[in-house]
């Protein structure tokens, strides 16, 4: 990515060995992130661009000396940072806080490309039973990243089957966090959401209730959908100010909001009126490293398919218009088939 709305596929190096932790990992499936969106439609333009991509899932095709339990032909799927699965913070299960971890892109190889060189790949690809032509594949490629942290909202906010949830977004995180809530029992999931094809599929994936309106009148329905109390806890899965306030405001007293939306603001309101209502706040990014284990069987078993989230496929020449598509909100969420 060049700058804002500025995407080129381009030819690089290929990926090699470099350090003894390594792994070379060529790509089946990618995606465009809805993070990704913020600087497609933001980013300064700049001579050198950026590599772009942090959800993938390949295939191994050569591993470093010191790498061990994957080898050449394995399937991988790589969470959207890289972590050596050994420090005190991996340990911890906060991947995303690695001493020796990172981001993928910027400097290193992004996976919206062929081929990506994983850094630490024992602690960070997780090998999956299938095969390299499995259907299972585009649900797999969520919990590198979109799966994982819609999961991630709902385990910080503390859902259970006790817990009645409002989830704020309609976009892959928070279609994805309905799905989560409901797969940890939630039996009242409002979504909050205005594209109907999107909440449909919210309602396919768990949602008890849909709130199109936004605003004050918005969360008068929630209330209304919740005898005034609003909901034990809110899944704020958008990243603005605006979700952020409705979020404090559709949350019971005493309980507890948690956010993953990539943060756009800089304050939460929380002032004394929060203050006196006990509310939590929490979330943040979803350590994905930590929850694969945890989510496989249900995707593998088919319990859940959080794959429908994606709406469109583009191989590498359409990439721009995969952006585009997301940025327009024609597509819910783009697979990249190279
Ligand atoms: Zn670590």
Redesign the pocket.
Same mark, same amino acid.
């Given at each position: 990515m060049y700058g804002a709305g500025d995407v080129r596929v381009e030819n690089v190096p290929d990926p090699v060995l470099r350090e003894p932790t390594d792994a070379v990992v060529r790509v089946l499936l990618s995606c465009i992130c809805g993070s990704d969106l913020w600087p497609y439609g933001s980013l300064p333009p700049s001579d050198h661009g950026r590599r772009m991509g942090h959800e993938f899932l390949g295939v191994v095709e050569e591993v470093g000396s010191d790498v061990s339990g994957l080898s050449a032909g394995d399937v991988v799927i790589a969470p959207f940072v890289w972590?050596? =699965?050994?420090?005190d913070?991996?340990q911890q299960g906060l991947?995303t806080s690695?001493?020796? =971890?990172g981001q993928w892109g910027h400097d290193l190889d992004g996976g919206q490309g062929e081929a990506v060189r994983v850094p630490q790949a024992q =602690?960070t690809l997780v090998k999956v039973p299938v095969g390299e032509d499995s259907a299972l594949l585009p649900s797999l490629l969520t919990l590198s990243d979109v799966f994982c942290t819609g999961h991630h909202a709902a385990v910080t906010a503390g859902v259970t089957p006790r817990t009645s949830v409002t989830v704020i977004g309609d976009g892959a995180v928070g279609l994805s966090a309905v799905l989560a809530a409901k797969r940890l029992g939630a039996e009242q999931i409002v979504l909050m959401g205005r594209h109907q094809a999107r909440t449909d599929l919210g309602r396919e994936f768990g949602a008890t209730d849909v709130v199109a309106e936004r605003g004050d009148e918005g969360i008068e329905r929630v209330r209304e959908l919740t005898g005034g109390d609003g909901t034990h806890t809110v899944l704020e899965c958008v990243g603005t100010e605006q979700a952020i306030g409705t979020s404090l405001r559709v949350v019971r007293d005493g309980g507890v909001v948690s956010r993953v939306g990539a943060s756009q603001y800089g304050s939460v309101p929380m002032d004394f009126g929060t203050l006196m209502r006990n509310i939590t706040l929490t979330g943040g990014v979803a350590p994905a490293r930590a929850y694969i284990e945890d989510l496989l069987p249900d995707v593998l078993e088919g319990r859940v398919d959080p794959g429908r989230v994606f709406d469109r496929t583009v191989g590498f020449d359409d990439v721009p218009g995969g952006y585009r598509a997301m940025a327009d909100r024609e597509a819910l969420k783009v697979l990249i088939q190279p």
């Open positions: 972590s050596d =699965g050994t420090c913070f991996c991947q690695c001493r020796h =971890g =602690g």
